[in-house]
């Protein structure tokens, strides 16, 4: 995530417009997907569940009251992320630094979340 932000600011700050990034994107995205169909036998070596089943396996796990003590951090940083990197880096980063450097900034944001996991 973080090399690939990083990428996206520096390929803005080359004078690509984005229209033409999101098409390498998607391009890269496409070619990876169509590669993984080779790598891996996608068959499923289990047996079929029943959708009900995953849906009660899935609630069973309600009662662990760890599910409940981690679930607002988790939400927290989610919704503070979004918001930091939705309408901070948007609409105040644009003004302060330019438009190529909120890619940056997202890179920032994932970086710090992957070097602080360990930590907390």
Known sequence: ???????????????????????????????????????YDLS???KDVEPMEKLTAAASLWSDP??????????????????????VNGNFATQELGRTSVGFLGAVTALAAALLAKAY
Do not use: H, R
């Open 66 to 87: 760890a599910i409940w003590l981690l679930a607002p951090t988790n939400l927290t940083f989610g919704f503070s992320a979004a918001y930091m990197n939705g309408y």
């Open 44 to 46: 499923s070596l289990s």
């Open 1 to 39: 995530e973080v090399g690939s932000k990083l990428g996206f600011s520096a390929l803005q700050a080359l004078g690509l417009d984005v229209w033409l990034i999101a098409a390498i994107y998607f391009a890269i995205g496409a070619l990876s997907l169509l590669l993984m169909t080779q790598v």
